[in-house]
């Protein structure tokens, strides 16, 4: 295999909203020569922000990908870049892009330091084992604290933090940093945007701090490595910049540390030492485990090296829709090559795809390339059934990868269209959305016959209907955002139930008698045990058994609302030797659960959001009297410079519209942001009042 996959990296950007992700984007396509203007997020001219509704809001919805080449040491390496979004509605597209990159950049701001999405973010690198580095931006900010941001990074992440860089000043006064590593000082050229930077000696005011760092880091070193302790002993001064880099980079991968650099990507400073550090410390797909997947056929596991001679394997991550090329779907290969126009396997639905044409992405535009191999990150198009977290395969070698899992979404919203017309358009385009964005459900009400549309926040929602008018062409009325409660049984109880029917010729028999009551503590979904003997009911049945009970579990006995876990202990059952086949179980069981649930206590689970809010000293009283009013839970209130922030857990329910009551509140100098957290019984009040007005009465 070409040595390209050595000099390749497969790298994601992502942080809290407005740390400066996209800008930090824009600035790698500018110095590596990919774009000739600078893109700027606040003009809506972002190359990786394409979509109109990013534009207008000045925020990343989707991710967008790109590829770049960036010389380091006279060798060029090729960097697949994804940025990703920073709002809490779009952590989906984070979670998909976590799953096939090799590193990450988390991009800090120098003044709000780890916020909440920051954690979530850095939880999805942790469970994708994803090795990452650290950029403290907008060092140029008024309140900037480089070393507040690493210790926060420490204290909130439990990462171990290691600065490779110290700034010289902040503030307005930024101009530039001292590399610990080569112990000089960088300092950029304003007048030719960044691109030009000079080294120079450490400034007088810093040799105390920076020989303390620097002494930290080389000692660190040392420790890693006998040779290197020995050689330190003999000489402080012994140790080379390579074998440093050799270490840190050694430590990175196997996640010990995370190296910790710093600049003002709006102001054109420090991104391309970022680079630098990006090509020497984050993997390239060699360093990678073997991908492990199970054969579909054998049911036993396999695994796949990052190697071309491999057979082919690959993951689908993404599935967008362009206007020009129809659906393409974003996908990373992890053995074995794909050329143009053959045909694969998709061994998530057992189907063959032909892949008629393969892209390399620029943001939304497509760079055809003829052939994809191990370690790439490539898009396709041609493929007939081709979902998010498919696995595209050799037909002869088989293999299922380990897919992703998605959050439930929180808030629900009915529409229609405005005219009849359009009632198959929005059909055809609900589907297309629903498949590019795993965390989207629709759904019919069946008492109703309303579409509602179910996602991650009201941002979410409101981006969907404005898609659906700008690009689908198609007008729709919508209701007020209503909450997605779910429903729990709290209580066990036991139930039989015999379906017959009998209508001339051969009837449908099912006999079943099972315990139901609330899944074991962790437990999430339908927890089905079968406890028959004896072949009362014939093993083929079982399956059909726990798909209807599955089934049944969209829809609780109080409001309708979905059933967030439950335990289902068949005990016994008959057959009838003619009569009974699987969809009679099936049936049976989808009746049963009906029956043995009214029986039972239920309660309703409403959303519970995680909630920070930043406020000055003085509005700290307004701001916590408006959320105790809002059955909210204070954690905790941290106090920071001349602000507060204020931790607690609150109902969804009681949150729409809280962005403007704040603002109201704080004289338009507060912020918010919201994540959710878990679910929790409904106030008895609350509850009567939500199935009162679901039922109708």
């Known amino acids: 295999m070409s040595d390209q996959l050595k000099y390749t990296r497969n790298i994601g950007i992502m942080a809290h909203i407005d740390a400066g992700k996209t800008t930090t984007t824009e600035r790698i396509l500018y110095y590596t020569g990919r774009n000739y203007k600078l893109g700027e997020v606040h003009d809506g001219t972002a190359t990786m922000d394409w979509m109109i509704q990013e534009q207008e809001r000045g925020i990343t919805i989707t991710s967008a990908a790109t590829t770049v080449a960036w010389e380091f040491r006279n060798q060029e390496y090729r960097l697949n870049i994804i940025d990703t979004p920073g709002h809490v509605d779009f952590t989906v597209e984070v979670e998909r892009s976590l799953r096939v990159l090799d590193g990450a950049v988390a991009v800090f701001c120098a003044v709000g330091g780890v916020e909440p999405q920051s954690e979530t973010v850095w939880k999805q690198a942790d469970k994708y084992m994803v090795p990452r580095i650290c950029f403290v931006n907008k060092m140029d900010r008024a309140g900037a604290d480089f070393f507040n941001v690493i210790h926060e990074i420490k204290d909130k992440l439990g990462a171990n933090p290691i600065p ?7 503030e307005d006064s930024f101009q530039g940093v001292v590399d610990l590593i080569s112990n000089k000082a960088i300092v950029w050229d304003d007048e030719s945007k960044g691109m030009h930077y000079f080294e120079g000696p450490v400034p007088d005011d810093m040799l105390e701090i920076v020989d303390e760092y620097r002494t930290m880091l080389v ?14 002993f003999a000489d402080h001064n012994s140790i080379t910049e390579d074998e440093m880099m050799a270490i840190i980079r050694k430590a990175t991968l196997e996640m010990r540390i995370t190296p910790v650099v710093c600049g003002s990507a709006f102001k054109n400073k420090g991104v391309q030492n970022l680079l630098d550090a990006i090509v020497s410390f984050l993997p390239n797909p060699y360093e990678l485990p073997a991908v492990k997947g199970i054969n579909p056929d054998t049911e036993k596991e396999e695994e796949r090296k990052p190697n071309s001679e491999e057979p082919f394997a690959a993951l689908a991550f993404k599935i967008a829709t362009d206007p020009f090329v129809g659906r393409i779907a974003f996908f990373r290969v992890y053995s074995g090559t794909l050329e143009a126009g053959s045909y694969v396997l998709n061994a998530s639905t057992g189907k063959k795809e032909r892949i008629s044409r393969i892209f390399q992405m620029h943001a939304n535009k497509q760079n055809p390339i003829n052939l994809i191999e191990a370690g790439d990150i490539g898009a396709a198009v041609g493929f007939k059934e081709l979902r998010t977290g498919d696995t595209l395969c050799d037909e ?3 293999i299922v990868l380990e897919s992703m899992s998605f959050p439930e979404p929180v808030i629900s919203m009915a529409i229609e269209p405005r005219t009849q017309d359009d009632v198959d358009k929005l059909d055809s385009a609900l589907g297309k959305l629903v498949e590019e964005d795993p965390t989207l459900t629709v759904r019919t009400d069946n008492e109703t016959g309303q579409t509602i549309l179910s ?32 429903e729990a049984v709290v209580s066990t109880v036991k139930h ?8 001339g010729g051969r009837g449908k028999f099912a006999d079943i008698e099972f315990e139901l009551g609330p899944a074991d503590e962790g437990f999430k979904g339908l927890q089905f045990i079968n406890n028959v003997r004896g ?12 798909k209807g009970f599955k089934a049944a579990m969209a829809n609780g006995v109080l409001a309708g609302f979905a059933v967030e876990n439950l335990k289902v202990t068949l005990l016994d059952g008959s057959y009838h030797t003619v009569d009974s086949d699987s969809l009679s179980f099936e049936i049976c069981a989808k009746i049963a659960f009906k029956e043995a649930a009214k029986k039972a206590k239920n309660v309703l689970l409403e959303p519970v959001m995680k909630l920070e809010v930043t406020c000055p000293d003085d509005y700290v009283g307004d701001v916590t009297g408006d959320l105790n009013k809002r059955r909210a839970v204070l954690e905790h209130i ?19 519209g809280y962005v403007t ?6 004289s338009g100098r507060g912020t918010s942001s919201l994540e959710f957290s878990h679910y929790q019984e409904t106030p008895k009040e609350i509850a009567d009042a939500v199935i009162f007005k679901i039922r109708g009465y």
Request: hydrophobic share 35%.
């Open 496 to 503: 039989r139930e015999v379906y017959k029917k009998q209508s």
């Open 164 to 170: 490779l860089q110290l700034p010289i000043g902040a």
């Open 535 to 546: 072949g009362n009911i014939p093993k083929e049945f079982i399956p059909a058994i726990e």
């Open 661 to 666: 009551s704040l603002r109201s509140v704080t």
């Open 638 to 656: 941290d106090a920071k410079i001349r602000y507060q922030i204020i931790k607690a857990h609150v109902p969804l329910s009681e949150m729409f």
């Open 219 to 232: 000692e660190g070193c040392a420790e890693e490595d006998e040779a290197l302790m020995e050689k330190y």
């Open 396 to 398: 002869k070698h088989p």
């Open 455 to 486: 996602g991650m926040g009201e941002l979410h929602l409101d981006i969907i209907t404005d898609r659906l008018r700008r690009e689908f062409k198609i007008e729709i009325n919508h209701g007020a955002p209503q909450v997605a409660y779910r």
